[in-house]
């Protein structure tokens, strides 16, 4: 499994920007995807994740609301649709696979490279 982010960039803050993540072997059917994201000079956090058969969705308290988590099974890609983006939003953006429903990060075994995301004021 090889995961390949995109759609990172600079946006005001209240903007929005939606990021993919490319997976390129085949998701099992226990497979979860995840976001992950990890701010300048802090640990990286969960953001959300979503069950890749089914769509069970699980958010940050710090992003629900604002930020939206879906698959295209046919494509295999997992996005992550942020709107209302704010200043401490800046971070860089990771997706995770695993198989665990989990907010954990050990869980997740395989990570793409990053995107940055910035919110300027």
């Known amino acids: 499994e090889q995961l390949v982010e995109s759609g990172g960039g600079s946006v005001q803050a209240g903007g929005s920007l939606k990021l993919s993540c490319a997976a390129s072997g085949r998701p099992y059917s226990r497979s979860v995807f995840a976001w992950f994201r990890q701010g300048p000079g802090k640990d990286r956090e969960f953001v959300a994740l979503v069950r890749y058969h089914g769509g069970s969705q699980f958010y940050a308290d710090s992003v629900k609301g604002r930020f939206t988590i879906s698959r295209d099974n046919p494509k295999n890609i997992v996005y992550l649709q942020m709107s209302s983006l704010r200043v401490e939003d800046t971070a860089v953006y990771y997706c995770?696979?695993?198989?665990?429903?989990?907010?954990?990060?050990?869980?997740?075994?395989?990570w793409g490279q990053g995107t940055q995301v910035t919110v300027a004021s």
């Open positions: 995770a696979h695993g198989t665990q429903y989990t907010s954990d990060l050990p869980a997740y075994d395989t």
